[in-house]
T-cell receptor, first 109, second 115 residues
Framework: GQNIDQPTEMTATEGAIVQINCTYQ??????LFWYQQHAGEAPTFLSY??LDGLEEKGRFSSFLSRSKGYSYLLLKELQMKDSASYLC??????????WGAGTKLIIKP | NAGVTQTPKFRVLKTGQSMTLLCAQD?????MYWYRQDPGMGLRLIHY???????AKGEVPDGYNVSRLKKQNFLLGLESAAPSQTSVYFC??????????????FGPGTRLTVL
């Protein structure tokens, strides 16, 4: 079966750095997305990786290792508004998006 | 640009009642999707459409029907609602254009409770 694993919840301090991991086992791989979802709101696109390596976009970076079936989202200089759930999703061989359950990130002052 | 809109935002149904959720997008996207999101679970695809007049089943299609009569609209129907269909429903759209990520753009969600 297809599976995406993320930690259920993480806590970090304002101003710090946090890394949210995602491991996947899917039938094929055609890319990986990270989305942010604030409580009660819709998911919004953060990043896309299809090749190995690090993609940096401001305070957020996303890393991919296809051989290890592994990705992480790195958030720097954490702000209170970064409190949200972070969803990892993989495009499989049928070009279907397989979603992880999400990681709830709690930021403390 | 309104993006993706959903109607209604909230609804309470009794078991056995029917209803239709409407999704509209003004981005001229080819692909549209209906998901449900339940606590502790990832988004699960109910049905999707790759173009006007076409629909396909996703991961959890039972108890739902869809129609895509116009490119900008995607309707999700519940013929006989059950308490197991209590969930938050998200519509999304995307466009597989060359050079794009084909990322999905989501509507605000519909919170449905079936008593």
């Amino acid at each position: 079966g297809q599976n995406i694993d993320q930690p259920t919840e993480m806590t970090a301090t304002e101003g710090a750095i946090v890394q949210i991991n995602c491991t996947y086992q899917t039938s094929g791989f055609n890319g990986l997305f990270w989305y942010q979802q604030h409580a009660g709101e819709a998911p919004t696109f953060l990043s896309y990786n299809v090749l190995d390596g690090l993609e940096e976009k401001g305070r957020f970076s996303s890393f991919l290792s296809r051989s290890k079936g592994y990705s992480y989202l790195l958030l720097k200089e954490l702000q209170m508004k970064d409190s949200a759930s972070y969803l990892c999703a993989v495009i499989d061989s049928n070009y279907q998006l397989i979603w992880g359950a999400g990681t709830k990130l709690i930021i403390k002052p | 640009n309104a993006g993706v809109t959903q109607t209604p935002k909230f609804r309470v149904l009794k078991t056995g009642q029917s209803m239709t959720l409407l999704c509209a997008q003004d981005m001229n996207h080819e692909y549209m999707y209906w998901y449900r999101q339940d606590p502790g679970m990832g988004l699960r695809l109910i049905h999707y459409s790759v173009g006007e007049g076409t629909t396909a089943k996703g991961e959890v299609p039972d108890g739902y029907n869809v129609s895509r009569l116009k490119k900008q609209n995607f309707l999700l129907g519940l013929e006989s609602a059950a308490p197991s269909q209590t969930s938050v429903y998200f519509c999304a759209s995307s466009s597989p254009e060359r050079g794009s990520y084909n990322e999905q753009f989501f509507g605000p969600g519909t919170r449905l409770t079936v008593l």
